[in-house]
């Protein structure tokens, strides 16, 4: 015997979908585009000297384990060394109105090394909830103009060979592929290395 209300028919697949996306957000699977990300882009505090810097490195290190799991690109001490070298930048995405005290709010952070005329860009992650809201170009520009400020003439990064993705952001931002690292990564996977000849302003 079936236990459907009588006048009722199965759902449609458009109503399915729908229903199956909301969950999807909820859980976290799918980010909630409807909804703009209001974030503001500055150094980490530590830099400025405004903040603690053991709880700038926390909250680096939290997003970075979230971001490349299971065990993230660079340890606390490594954020916390990184944020004390002079030729370091430290560039940070907090959601709007919040503060560094809860690391939840850091969505995205870069980190660059300038050498006399090149900044490397060392790091780069945004946090998944907050991926394709214009983020990671924000941290980009942001990196660009202050290399520039300090002098740089070029701005070089190695991405993924398979990160099409990324690949498209550094194309719009002016950068090209120059060439390859052979099994850079340690899964055997290659790099692609971006170089920018001159930096946007």
């Not at 459907?4 to 199965?10: D, F, I, L, Q």
Request: aromatic share 6%; net charge positive; glycine share 8%.
């Amino acid at each position: 015997m079936s236990l459907r209300p009588a006048g009722r028919t199965v759902r449609s697949r458009r109503l399915c979908r729908l229903d199956t996306r909301l969950v999807m957000i909820v859980i976290g699977l799918l980010p909630a585009h409807s909804t703009a990300l209001r974030f503001h882009i500055h150094p980490f505090p530590a830099q400025r000297g405004t903040a603690n810097l053991e709880e700038c490195a926390r909250a680096a290190r939290e997003l970075d384990l979230i971001c490349y799991p299971p065990n993230g690109l660079w340890s606390q001490a490594q954020f916390i060394e990184e944020l004390q070298n002079e030729r370091t930048t430290a560039i940070g995405a907090w959601a709007e109105g919040e503060t560094i005290e809860n690391s939840a709010q850091l969505v995205g952070m870069a980190f660059t090394t300038t050498v006399l005329d090149e900044t490397a860009l060392t790091s780069i992650a945004v946090h998944p909830f907050s991926r394709r809201r214009g983020v990671a170009e924000a941290l980009l520009k942001e990196c660009m103009s202050r290399a520039q400020i300090a002098g740089a003439t070029r701005f070089t990064l190695e991405v993924r060979a398979g990160n099409a993705a990324a690949q498209r952001l550094y194309a719009k931002l002016g950068m090209a592929c120059v060439g390859r690292r052979r099994r850079y990564y340690p899964d055997g996977e290659d790099a692609a290395i971006f170089d920018g000849g001159v930096i946007p302003p």
